[in-house]
């Protein structure tokens, strides 16, 4: 589809979700030029370079492979020719303190034995049966939810049908996903494994919904590796936007959203330089511009976020270090001893945790299980990541508390038997993922998904303001590589809609999203 005359759009952000929206847009005959005040694409799928080697030190996991595959195809060009993939044997390895471990596989009956071996044969069964309930509860809303364009109670519950109604009481939207792993699971320490898929949108497990274990059948239908780090996926959707004429300027921060006659008509830049288009796509948090980052006069565009609704916020360590000792795959988690104290600090004390779960990234080993022992690099490349609260617009987290997550990270590790040797290591922190994102607080997921009804407050890509959209993982569907994706194709979806309608609808309508990170 195209449009009669010759559209202009200005694309706000060069994430995941502007890269997937300029692809569309551009090739459906669209002027884009995409303006990012970074030096690279990627957004929050960023990559830090220490001694000459990138880590990536954003997102680690891809998912929803038929995402990128769907978007390649619906330009005329395949994702396999652009990229290389490799799925991952092991989604990841578990630890706890006392040297408990356990790895889930990508095939359900592998990691049934594996669960089977660690808590016992009906730990097993019980595994099983969640399996099942994830995977009815992602088919329940894959359709009228996750791909939907402006989704609500009401439509999602139009479109499931009398039929459907039942499915739709079945994934216990009510409950909470740790209340609803306390049905299925006995070993606490397997109610704490998948109650982490709630940090997947930056949630807490106690106050996240229950449908979030679809995040289960997620990971089950494929981990992928990808060679040259995530970074590589920023750079492909890149390359395939330019070839579709799509423009790209890097170091450019957008001061000002322009509305004129009540409608966005372009932005105005740092320097003062002034872009004029009819179609402005904002990949940016909802709270950055409700905070007026963009102007007082598009901020009632998007509903604001309220500090005590922000995700979860991070310290972050990309480090090259020599290791020894615990056999580290490429995705690996070190639970913390007291879960719901952890979150408590986090969510009500805004602190970080004094027992932090740690998870580690060793971007360097392969995505064969056997080949974890394998160290042929060294130093190697490690992404940790501690969860911490989103306050990084309030407050400063001083030298002494991050000391203390070095510690944490250290001596859990040791715990469990790694032994690291640090040679070069680059934080961040809240306030400095605030300062690369403003207007968040340093949050990394938008709001919490926390209650029922927060699935569906993330704004869809259609504003107040005609010709103003937006995409991103703090818009719906939600969070992570592939929900961010999937909004800049909704929103693209919206622009081209708009574009070729009597009467464009520039309208709100408020739904919500869900995340693999």
Known sequence: MSSRKTHRAVVIGAGIGGLTAAVELAARGIEVEVLERAPSPGGKMRQLVLDDRPIDSGPTVLTMRWVFEQLFDSVGETFDSQLSLEQAEVLARHSWRGGARLDLFAEVARSADAIGDFAGAKEAARFRAFCDRARATYETLEGPFIKAREPTPLSLTRKAGIK????????????????????????????????RYATYCGSSPFEAPATLMLVAHVEQEGVWLVEGGMHALARTLEACAKRKGAAFRYGSDVREILVEHSASRGVVLANGERIEADIVLANADVSAIAAGKFGASVAVATPPVAPKSRSLSAVTFSMLAKTDGFPLTRHNVFFSTNYRREFDEIFGAKRIPTDPTIY?????????????????????????????????????FG???????????LDLSQRAGLILEPTATAITTPQDFNGLFPGTGGALYGQASH???????????????????????????????????????????????????ATPSPRVATSGGMSMA
Request: hydrophobic content about 40%; overall charge neutral.
């Open 451 to 501: 209650g029922w009804n927060a699935s569906f407050t993330r704004p869809t890509a259609r504003t107040k303001i005609p010709g103003l959209y937006l995409a991103g993982g703090s818009a719906h569907p939600g969070p992570g590589v592939p929900m961010a994706a999937m909004s800049g194709r909704l929103a693209a979806a919206s622009v081209l809609e708009d574009l070729t309608s």
């Open 164 to 195: 459907g109604l039942g499915d739709l009481w079945r994934i216990s939207p009510f409950t909470t996903l740790w209340s609803a792993l306390g049905g299925y699971f006995k070993d606490p320490r397997l109610r704490q494994l998948f109650g």
């Open 360 to 396: 580690v990234c060793a971007q360097d080993r392969g995505a064969d299980w056997r080949q974890s022992n394998d160290n042929a690099v060294s130093p190697e490349r490690l992404f940790f990541l501690i969860n911490a609260p989103a306050v990084g617009d309030m407050r400063t």
């Open 399 to 409: 030298t002494e508390e991050i000391e203390r997550c070095r510690d944490h990270i």
